[in-house]
């Protein structure tokens, strides 16, 4: 068994692993680049015969994990994508927006001649999308899946967004079953929605992510926290905005809001989702009660995700209304990172207003507007304009989907005897050697961080 990184080296995106097992070549997620361009460009590197991989075994939709799934099969991959059924129903909604935004991409390029190239192409259109998404294979829970003689991988619960796994893969050396885990991202039982993440008892090989491996997260009750920020910025008459993921923050940003209100702690507010994706991903939420935590499920769940003067805005026209509107309002609009999308379009209209106010909720990338303007900077450049910061920006960690330092250090614990070797990856260079220095202090486990396209040999 050899394993090689060739995605999420140093940086949180790109996510791609390729086993090699007895000739068959195995990729585990197939994820896209993203941030500032010299981190994205990397989507355009050919990706080493692509026709040769027999198999993509996938944790979780996020596109940083599944983004370049349409691209691998434009290059030839024809064989299976193995998923839970939530991450294959969450990449239906995912692929098609994600090739629309390349097609974006490459239309204003040319529109503007931005591109060093005569004609700029996009990474991969909606056709491609619409392809990926038939090579889908779904699989239940824990079930061990053989997929050559002497190799089975199961999903186990990840607790991180909808559907998301950890992918264990059981394979012989020398008449010995190994096994390798991927800890894809790993959750921290603290959403209010989805279910925790499970436990493992043993692995040989860790590949585990390291997206916070230098923080402890605030443990605060963010319902406190957003009601408290709420009714100060709809107090004083501004436009509360809320740039949130599609996929699991902006779920939970609209149970806190529903909470918030139930129990009376700031009054009704008007609240609109401005993302067509989460609308219609918070849809699946209601088909997939097996993924959420008992107290939300049943009838119950679409109630929780349903503030109580609750908008969705679909139309671009809606959202362009929407945009100059000056009443007191809460809107959620999607990317959550600021790297494109309908917020932009919000923050244009509302960053110069002081009554105004901006609320980071998520993870944000190095090389980002979203990091820049949680850091404080006092003017941002949006379409080719500058724009005044004078909203107050907040902002709040407690929210994460993912575990931080102190959640990974308890999940290895769960492990009965140590592994052979643990990989980190999926996070930029502090996370990666603190979290580095805590597994090999505080559980004198052996801790690699691989290189870009390092290969390893699992012996
Ligand atoms: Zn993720």
Same mark, same amino acid.
Request: charged residues 20%; aromatic residues 10%; negative net charge.
């Given at each position: 068994?050899?394993?090689?990184?060739?995605?999420?080296?140093?940086?949180?995106?790109?996510?791609?692993?390729?086993?090699?097992?007895?000739?068959?070549?195995?990729?585990?997620?197939?994820?896209?680049?993203?941030?500032?361009?010299?981190?994205?460009?990397?989507?355009?590197?050919?990706?080493?015969?692509?026709?040769?991989?027999?198999?993509?075994?996938?944790?979780?939709?996020?596109?940083?994990?599944?983004?370049?799934?349409?691209?691998?099969?434009?290059?030839?991959?024809?064989?299976?994508?193995?998923?839970?059924?939530?991450?294959?129903?969450?990449?239906?909604?995912?692929?098609?927006?994600?090739?629309?935004?390349?097609?974006?991409?490459?239309?204003?390029?040319?529109?503007?001649?931005?591109?060093?190239?005569?004609?700029?192409?996009?990474?991969?259109?909606?056709?491609?999308?619409?392809?990926?998404?038939?090579?889908?294979?779904?699989?239940?829970?824990?079930?061990?899946?053989?997929?050559?003689?002497?190799?089975?991988?199961?999903?186990?619960?990840?607790?991180?967004?909808?559907?998301?796994?950890?992918?264990?893969?059981?394979?012989?050396?020398?008449?010995?079953?190994?096994?390798?885990?991927?800890?894809?991202?790993?959750?921290?039982?603290?959403?209010?929605?989805?279910?925790?993440?499970?436990?493992?008892?043993?692995?040989?090989?860790?590949?585990?992510?390291?997206?916070?491996?230098?923080?402890?997260?605030?443990?605060?009750?963010?319902?406190?926290?957003?009601?408290?920020?709420?009714?100060?910025?709809?107090?004083?008459?501004?436009?509360?905005?809320?740039?949130?993921?599609?996929?699991?923050?902006?779920?939970?940003?609209?149970? +806190?809001? %529903?909470? $918030?209100?139930?129990?009376?702690?700031?009054? @009704?507010?008007? &609240?609109?989702?401005?993302?067509?994706? #989460? *609308?219609?991903?918070?849809?699946?939420?209601?088909?997939?009660?097996?993924?959420?935590?008992?107290?939300?499920?049943?009838?119950?769940?679409?109630?929780?995700?349903?503030?109580?003067?609750?908008?969705?805005?679909?139309?671009?026209?809606?959202?362009?209304?929407?945009?100059?509107?000056?009443?007191?309002?809460?809107?959620?609009?999607?990317?959550?990172?600021?790297?494109?999308?309908? +917020?932009? %379009?919000? $923050?244009?209209?509302?960053?110069?207003?002081? @009554?105004?106010? &901006?609320?980071?909720?998520?993870?944000? #990338? *190095?090389?980002?507007?979203?990091?820049?303007?949680?850091?404080?900077?006092?003017?941002?450049?949006?379409?080719?304009?500058?724009?005044?910061?004078?909203?107050?920006?907040?902002?709040?960690?407690?929210?994460?989907?993912?575990?931080?330092?102190?959640?990974?250090?308890?999940?290895?614990?769960?492990?009965?005897?140590?592994?052979?070797?643990?990989?980190?990856?999926?996070?930029?260079?502090?996370?990666?050697?603190?979290?580095?220095?805590?597994?090999?202090?505080?559980?004198?486990?052996?801790?690699?961080?691989?290189?870009?396209?390092?290969?390893?040999?699992?012996?």
């Amino acid at each position: 068994m050899k394993i090689q990184f060739l995605g999420a080296n140093g940086v949180v995106t790109g996510s791609k692993t390729l086993l090699t097992y007895n000739g068959h070549r195995i990729l585990v997620d197939c994820g896209l680049f993203q941030g500032p361009k010299e981190i994205r460009d990397q989507n355009w590197a050919p990706f080493p015969d692509a026709k040769s991989i027999d198999a993509v075994i996938l944790t979780h939709a996020h596109i940083d994990h599944s983004g370049f799934l349409p691209r691998l099969v434009k290059e030839g991959f024809r064989g299976r994508v193995y998923s839970t059924e939530a991450t294959q129903d969450l990449c239906k909604i995912m692929l098609p927006d994600s090739a629309y935004l390349q097609e974006e991409d490459a239309f204003f390029a040319n529109k503007t001649k931005y591109s060093h190239h005569d004609l700029a192409l996009p990474l991969y259109t909606h056709e491609d999308a619409e392809k990926a998404l038939k090579l889908f294979y779904a699989l239940p829970w824990q079930k061990w899946t053989e997929l050559y003689p002497g190799f089975s991988f199961r999903f186990i619960r990840a607790g991180h967004i909808l559907g998301s796994s950890l992918a264990q893969i059981s394979f012989q050396k020398e008449n010995e079953t190994k096994i390798l885990t991927f800890s894809g991202d790993l959750g921290n039982g603290r959403s209010f929605i989805i279910h925790e993440p499970e436990y493992i008892s043993e692995t040989d090989y860790l590949v585990m992510e390291a997206t916070y491996g230098d923080r402890v997260q605030d443990k605060t009750n963010p319902i406190e926290e957003i009601g408290e920020i709420i009714q100060k910025v709809i107090g004083r008459g501004g436009t509360l905005i809320i740039p949130a993921f599609a996929v699991g923050r902006t779920q939970e940003i609209l149970y +806190i809001i %529903h909470q $918030l209100e139930k129990n009376g702690r700031i009054s @009704k507010v008007p &609240v609109y989702l401005d993302s067509p994706m #989460a *609308q219609n991903v918070t849809q699946l939420y209601l088909h997939h009660q097996d993924e959420l935590k008992t107290e939300v499920k049943g009838d119950h769940v679409f109630s929780v995700l349903n503030p109580y003067q609750f908008h969705e805005v679909t139309s671009p026209d809606d959202s362009m209304l929407l945009c100059m509107n000056t009443d007191p309002k809460v809107v959620i609009s999607a990317a959550g990172m600021l790297t494109g999308g309908r +917020i932009l %379009h919000h $923050l244009k209209a509302k960053l110069p207003d002081e @009554k105004s106010g &901006v609320l980071f909720v998520g993870y944000q #990338a *190095q090389g980002t507007k979203g990091l820049l303007l949680k850091n404080g900077l006092r003017q941002i450049r949006i379409h080719h304009q500058n724009v005044d910061v004078e909203a107050e920006i907040f902002s709040i960690e407690s929210l994460s989907a993912h575990a931080d330092s102190n959640d990974i250090i308890d999940w290895m614990r769960h492990l009965r005897r140590k592994p052979n070797q643990v990989y980190l990856n999926h996070g930029e260079t502090n996370p990666l050697f603190a979290l580095k220095y805590r597994i090999e202090n505080e559980l004198q486990f052996q801790v690699t961080i691989p290189g870009p396209g390092q290969e390893f040999i699992l012996d």
